[in-house]
Nanobody
């Protein structure tokens, strides 16, 4: 079982920045593919960014150039650096860990971008 604890969400003005963190409880963290998803009110959960165990990254088109995912395996932590935030980025952001067939979710952290 892996526990994921997100932090770093909050209220920010349009154009501002936030850095989300997700710390995992498992020492085998480096083996997990890590992702950030988000879910806005009334919408389905969507993938924001992902990073493999080898460090390859993937981003949703809507966030490319504004958001960066990274990981520090020594700290069992994955980060989501978000810049040039827009009101449409408002959502609950969830951390996800996958090492097939297992996968785990964090509890989510709220990000609100005011216009």
């Amino acid at each position: 079982q892996v526990q994921l604890v997100e932090s770093g969400g909050g209220l920010v003005q349009s154009g501002g920045s936030l850095r989300l963190s997700c710390q995992a409880s498992k020492s085998a963290f480096s083996q997990y593919a890590m992702s950030w998803y988000r879910q806005a009110p009334g919408k389905e959960r969507e993938l924001v960014a992902s990073i493999t165990s080898l460090g390859s990254t993937n981003y949703a088109e809507s966030v490319k150039g504004r958001i960066t995912i990274s990981r520090v395996n020594a700290k069992n932590t994955v980060y989501l650096e978000m810049n040039a935030l827009k009101p449409e980025d408002t959502a609950v952001y969830y951390c996800h860990a996958r090492w097939a067939p297992a996968n785990y979710w964090g509890q989510g952290t709220q990000v609100t971008v005011s216009s």
